[in-house]
């Protein structure tokens, strides 16, 4: 069986199942087609929709030029019939699934008969759009060396600003049933080209080299773009449609994959077929691959702040934990000194027991803790404190037997932490009144943490700090992950986003805590930060923000500076601080310092907001 990535073959079992499904079953039409004294064609194969029209039917000695081969992964090989029709919707490449290792060359003539199918990476409760393929193929080589069908180039003018048609309401949204329109939709542009020879002139990187040996590039050059020449994601309709995925067809023990930064170039043609996959959809597997130009981008460093500015910042350092190379406790310790300006308050996301991901019952992280703030301290930052509510066992979600959660590290020379009866995992702190003033009934403390909005998930961690006699209030969050939503070439359109239900719940119970101290003094200082894994322009932001309670004080930056992460050649925003109005004056940075490189501490961007209360 076939899987869609060399990284995916946990999901190859799912074939058959998206294979059998009767949502792509071939029509009677498509029956006759296939049994008709016309020799089949590649386009008759691919049809002028997403599903072709002869799922499922048997062909025989279709006809076509071999223009890549993948001896890894999913193995099999592509070929474009070079005599094309008169029709933009039909694609004049497939995909040869052969399972073993193909003994074709890229240049052969060949016939193949097999099974037509409709395979979809991930499966079909992923929402993934399918791959039209022939499977259990006999393959015939009528002759060698053959020129390669011409290369369709992908750029700006070919490939349309809006993205994609709406679904069907009575399919259920879903776009496989409509003709494509290749001129009107980037989807469907890219869908008339599966399989076929194309190709991509010099290109920005807009998403770096990732652990899989892949990349992204834009080949809209002016497309929302970011500061430092990544692509933002603004809004739901703003996907960004000149990204494309780059991986290679050679084995990487033979031909390395090239390292690139946002903000490189791809210079040189890329060449090779467009294939769809699970992880980004639609990516070019290049044959040749163009070179990698580097550009000047480096890791920023924030300001540092005044005498009389409190600093507070988030980040989430990845699943830290004492199994970790020292390198990497050194190589995030001197990223809060360099590069934040060793904040005074610091809510820390992804902070792992003292075993990590060993699953033994231990959720103690005070070896964790220990050994990041000496590094801290070796880095010539601050001796700092921390303070933190371990959770229940296998209560909180992430990496099985991690138990992470958020910590607050303080420089006790700057801040003092205000202790109030410390909480447990499952004491929720309140609100009250001491000396005429809000103040929290457990800090630490958990925010609601029986609420079923937490199941699963990391509770808030809120703390009660004075800065130069001034109460300041820290609610650090790292909210439900995205996982489960679909991507943004689901053939659903809009996609499916399921986790943001379980987001807006949890901004709808952060929110209502914040309003619980703001009814007991209007003037409170009050910062809601973590990883929010949501964008600045969501429901859950929204939620959070309800009622005038918080600023989303990422919205302050112009928005080519709003993200923290990178995602599929998108830059976008998870990680925030938001404001009670009592905050009337900040600066703010969103301090780029891991998603748009390859080498990354965190796959995510720490936020840093300083204030004078």
């Known amino acids: 069986m076939r899987s869609s990535h060399p990284r995916s073959a946990a999901v190859a079992a799912l074939v058959a199942t998206a294979l059998a499904t009767g949502l792509l079953a071939g029509s009677a039409d498509a029956a006759e087609g296939a049994v008709s004294a016309d020799p089949i064609r590649i386009h008759d194969i691919q049809g002028t929709t997403r599903i072709s029209p002869l799922n499922g039917k048997q062909v025989t000695d279709v006809e076509g030029i071999v223009t890549g081969v993948r001896t890894y992964g999913s193995r099999g090989f592509w070929i474009q019939d070079p005599d094309a029709d008169d029709n933009d919707a039909t694609s004049e490449g497939v995909f040869v699934f052969t399972n073993a290792v193909p003994t074709v060359a890229v240049g052969d003539a060949v016939k193949v008969s097999g099974t037509v199918g409709e395979y979809i990476p991930g499966g079909l409760t992923s929402g993934n759009q399918s791959v039209t393929q022939i499977s259990k193929p006999t393959v015939t080589v009528v002759s060698s060396g053959n020129a390669l069908p011409e290369a369709t180039a992908i750029n700006e003018y070919s490939v349309p600003a809006e993205y994609a048609p709406a679904g069907d309401p009575a399919a259920g949204g879903s776009i496989n049933g409509l003709t494509l329109e290749p001129s009107r939709y980037a ?247 001491v000396n005429g003033k809000a103040a929290l009934t457990h800090s630490p403390g958990r925010v609601d943490p029986a609420n079923p909005a937490w199941a699963d998930s990391r509770k808030p961690l809120a703390g009660e700090f004075v800065f130069r006699g001034k109460p300041v209030f820290v609610i650090a969050n790292h909210f439900g992950s995205k996982g489960g939503d679909e991507g943004l070439t689901s053939h659903h359109q809009p996609p499916v986003r399921s986790s943001e239900a379980k987001r807006l719940l949890q901004a709808q119970a952060v929110n209502g805590f914040v309003k619980q101290i703001l009814a007991e003094d209007k003037n409170a200082n009050v910062l809601v930060l973590g990883d929010i894994n949501d964008f600045e322009f969501s429901a859950t932001t929204d939620a959070l923000a309800d009622g005038g309670a918080l600023y989303p004080a990422i919205k302050s930056l112009p928005k080519a500076e709003r993200y923290s992460y990178v995602y599929q050649g998108n830059a976008q925003v998870l990680d925030q601080i938001l404001t009670s109005p009592a905050i009337k004056k900040f600066t703010y940075d969103s301090v780029h310092i891991n998603a748009e490189f390859a080498a990354q501490n965190s796959d995510h961007d720490p936020q840093v907001l300083r204030f004078r209360p």
Do not use: C
């Open 187 to 433: 989807l469907d542009h890219y869908e008339s080209l599966e399989g076929m020879n194309v190709k991509i002139g010099t290109s920005r990187v807009v998403g770096a080299t990732d652990p899989y040996s892949e990349l992204w590039v834009t080949v809209k050059g002016w497309e929302n773009t970011a500061k430092r020449g990544g692509t933002v994601y603004g809004s739901y309709e703003s996907q960004n449609t000149g990204r494309l995925q780059i991986q290679q067809l050679a084995p990487l023990a033979q031909q390395p994959f090239p390292v690139a930064n946002v903000g490189d170039k791809l210079t040189g043609t890329t060449e090779g077929p467009l294939d769809f996959n699970q992880f980004g959809g639609y990516t070019l597997v290049a044959r040749t691959l163009g070179t990698v130009k580097a550009g000047t981008l480096a890791p920023e460093k924030t300001k540092p702040h005044a005498e009389q500015e409190l600093a507070v910042a988030t980040y989430n350092v990845e699943n830290l934990d004492p199994t970790d190379p020292q390198e990497k406790f050194d190589a995030l310790a001197k990223a809060v000194v360099e590069n934040l300006a060793s904040p005074d308050i610091l809510a820390l996301e992804e902070i792992q027991d003292d075993n990590g991901a060993k699953n033994d019952g231990t959720v103690s992280a005070e070896q964790t803790l220990t050994k990041f703030t000496a590094a801290i301290s070796a880095a010539g930052g601050p001796a700092y404190q921390w303070r933190t509510v371990n959770p229940e066992d296998k209560k909180d979600g992430g990496e099985p037997g991690g138990n992470i959660r958020q910590v607050f590290l303080f420089n006790p020379a700057r801040v003092s932490f205000t202790e109030r009866a410390p909480g447990d995992a499952v004491t929720a702190t309140g609100v009250t009144k």
